[in-house]
């Protein structure tokens, strides 16, 4: 049932487009696997080969910690409504600051979020699907706006505050170099 593939072809695009939600899972050489659910306008396909998505602040910065030892990093999606299918993105990926000079370039794909923190572009190497025949069906309502308000509510200079006090490390202890 389950299919490998080189490159993300149209119908897979199409299946991406589709999802409301995906997960991310990257590691460390040592310590704990994250796997993070994502959410909102955050994901865009920039070619058969390439992924981007963009990180908003959080309770943890966990993908930042990992790839800067290990790039390797996977993004699932899942069919919650319709045919059921998973997919799994497969490849390495590198964080890009609102400090590094192309920041601007990839920002400007993205709506307009308070407390943008990183954007991840994804070099796939491969993907693979299953049939998800266990995924139960859910109805898709509505996107949250808990994360919006929040980050507007305490500004810019409050997101930073809250960067250096939760997100300078991952769980483990490693550094995610959000300041540097």
Sequence with gaps: MSKFYTELDGKLQEFIAAQKIFFVGTAASDGRVNVSP??????????????????????????????????????????????????????KARAIHPR??????????????????????????????????AVPNFQYQEDRGDLVYWTKKIG??????????????SIDGKPTKIFE
């Design 38 to 91: 994502k959410g909102m306008d955050s994901l865009k396909i920039l070619n058969a080969n390439q992924l981007i998505w963009l990180n908003l602040t959080g309770s943890g910065n966990e993908t930042a910690a990992h790839l800067l030892e290990q790039s390797r990093m996977t993004l699932m999606f899942c069919s919650f409504e319709g045919k059921p299918l998973i997919l799994r993105v497969y490849g």
């Design 100 to 133: 590094d000079e192309e920041w601007a370039k990839w920002i400007a794909l993205f709506p307009e979020y308070p407390g943008s923190r990183q954007i991840f572009l994804l070099d796939v190497d491969s993907a693979q699907t299953s049939c998800g025949f």
């Design 156 to 169: 810019d200079d409050g997101v930073k505050n809250y960067w250096k006090e939760k997100n300078q490390t």
